[in-house]
């Protein structure tokens, strides 16, 4: 599981995501949470060709590599 969250958001506070972490981990979810000082909300409605992707996007690729889920060619 890829989280990721921020400290501004008003939408899902950030102790939510840890609680959910915390879940996760004690059910031997891998995962990966990722915190950000701020983000843009629309960030998930990008469209390809993705020409400035937020650096969350990069840390969600690297876990999918290292869980094997991609292989890391575009």
């Known amino acids: ?13 950030m102790e939510n ?5 915390e879940a996760l981990r004690k059910n031997h979810v891998p995962l990966r ?3 950000m000082k701020k983000a843009p909300r629309d960030g998930l409605k990008d469209k390809p060709p993705f020409a400035n992707p937020h650096p969350w996007a990069n840390d969600c690729l690297f876990w999918l590599k290292e869980q094997g889920f991609a292989d890391g060619q575009k």
């Open 1 to 13: 599981m890829f989280l990721w969250t921020t400290f501004e958001d008003k939408t899902v506070p």
């Open 17 to 21: 995501t840890l609680l959910f972490a």
């Open 33 to 35: 949470c990722t915190f």
